[in-house]
């Protein structure tokens, strides 16, 4: 995703300076496309740059970025602005917030509910949250990344309504899975089925992105199974926190933490068929 952000700035005009990636060759091969600087330590990201994106996999991941001391992203962080894209807990988001405001800096949310393909389009939807200032002064450049740009509140606001997002669509696709499945399993015309089910109550976004996928066993990863798990764990922790019984949410779940376990955590969520239609690998 961080990649495809930076190659669609680039494309419309903004210069890319410096590219951070655990994977150091990624960056290399990054930085050499875009003419920017492929940088091993953090601080030297900071440095070079005025608004840092960060696209991180996780809570930890995003803390470890964002260290109080040693090799960090807020080392000389005075007067930038870090706009962070990853689903996150909302917690984690005022944490680091606040750890930046300590150096002088400022941070955005920018969740993004939308793949791979709208990152380098241009096409994002972004769920964008923190100081509302903080949010004018870069929206020029998070215009030119999203279609479809909002601001939803302050800090925290934008990782609960992507935890929500996220959670219905593994429930719909949770759902869809189970439906496809017992159709497999009843012998019927699976795209007579899925047709069936654009025209009535059962249609879904994710039938059209992932209703053939699953049939055709195809799992390409947009969105993993993995990230999934990681997802579904959040929004039902806010619903634990909240003292709400989420039952869908809960079964979801458990349905993705099970493909972790078993070693399908690398697929697209759609994989998630593997454990429902008869004769795969559940």
Not at 10 to 19: E, F, L, M, P, S
Not at 89 to 104: D, F, L, M, N, Y
Not at 114 to 133: K, V, W, Y
Not at 242 to 259: E, F, G, I, S, V
Request: charged share 20%.
């Amino acid at each position: 995703m961080g990649a495809n952000m930076a190659r669609r700035l680039h494309d419309t005009g903004y210069a890319i300076t410096a590219v951070y990636d655990i994977n150091s060759a990624a960056a290399v091969n990054v930085a050499a496309e875009l003419g920017a600087q492929a940088c091993s330590q953090l601080v030297d990201v900071t440095t070079a740059a005025d608004v840092i994106f960060t696209v991180v996999t996780d809570d930890a991941s995003q803390r470890s970025v964002f260290l109080e001391t040693g090799d960090s992203l807020l080392r000389g962080a005075h007067g930038k602005i870090f706009v962070n894209c990853a689903t996150l807990s909302p917690g984690v988001h005022t944490e680091i917030e606040q750890r930046a405001i300590k150096v002088g800096a400022k941070t955005l949310e920018a969740c993004m509910a939308s793949s791979i393909p709208q990152a380098r389009n241009g096409t994002l939807f972004l769920m964008c949250a923190g100081d509302e200032t903080t949010f004018h002064r870069v929206q020029p450049i998070l215009e030119k990344l999203s279609s479809a740009l909002r601001y939803v509140g302050g800090t925290g606001r934008a990782a609960q309504v992507k935890a929500l997002v996220n959670m219905v669509m593994n429930i719909n696709t949770a759902g869809l899975a189970e439906g496809l499945g017992l159709a497999r399993s009843l012998g019927l015309d699976l795209p007579m089925v899925r047709e069936i089910f654009s025209l009535t109550g059962a249609n879904s976004q994710v039938l059209r992105t992932d209703g053939e996928d699953m049939e055709l066993r195809s799992h390409d990863c947009f969105f993993s199974a993995a990230h999934a798990a990681k997802d579904s764990t959040i929004a039902w922790t806010l619903g634990v926190q909240n003292h709400l019984q989420l039952p869908l949410a809960a079964a979801t779940k458990l349905q993705y933490d099970r493909m972790v376990g078993l070693g399908l955590g690398h697929l697209d969520k759609s994989g998630i068929a593997e454990l429902t239609f008869p004769g795969r690998s559940g």
